[in-house]
């Protein structure tokens, strides 16, 4: 009976020890596993992180962008309308829509820091396009002082032209700042019907 009690306790030990092991093993397996998804998710909570930092300033920077086009083409519009009524045109109104089409060109460039390459070209095109109607309205004081109305009427016309242009462009930014941005509303389905610059 005694060698029947020792071999019991003996079992009863190499059990334990076994089942310890396999408790130490276990809690182990399961500790890199915890370790593990903890990586996993500190990694995509980084990740989540950053895209929504830099959405946000693209956001902002878009944002930017559109302030200071509207800034820039209520520049335009007086300018555009001095000219419309045959007037000559300011020298304080041509030097402060070039101020703002200036503005405009170095705000929309800081779309080059957040990108994607598309807003860049198309705000960029954006602003090119305000340029072009700035050169064309520098132009009005020597087409204005020719009194040829069919002048005038011609520059008026490329003017509007131009102003067409810008309209369309912003149009085309705002389309797919609002795709890229995720914008739950969407824009309607056209360029906006207001008066162009």
């Not at 083409?73 to 000559?88: D, N, P």
């Amino acid at each position: 009976m005694d060698l029947a009690v020792v071999l019991a306790a003996l079992a009863g030990l190499a059990g334990a020890a076994i089942g310890g092991y396999a408790t130490a093993y276990g809690a182990r397996i399961g500790a890199q596993k915890s370790i593990e998804a903890v990586g996993v998710q500190v990694a995509q909570q980084s990740e989540a992180e950053h895209s929504h930092w830099v959405r946000e300033n693209r956001r902002q920077a878009c944002t930017d962008t559109l302030d200071a086009y509207v800034a820039c083409t209520m520049s335009l519009v007086y300018c555009r309308a001095f000219m419309r009524e045959g007037a000559e045109l300011p020298a304080e109104l041509i030097n402060d829509a070039s101020d703002k089409t200036d503005i405009l060109t170095v705000i929309q460039s800081h779309l080059q820091l957040w990108g994607p390459e598309r807003l860049v070209t198309l705000s960029g095109a954006m602003a090119e396009a305000a340029g072009e109607l700035l050169h064309a309205i520098r132009e009005w004081p020597a087409i204005y002082t020719t009194l040829d109305d069919s002048a005038r009427s011609a520059h008026l016309e490329e003017c509007a032209e131009l102003a067409s242009v810008i309209a369309g462009r912003r149009w085309a930014f705002v389309e797919d700042a609002s795709r890229i941005l995720g914008m739950a509303n969407e824009p309607s389905s056209g360029p906006e019907t207001t008066q162009a610059p």
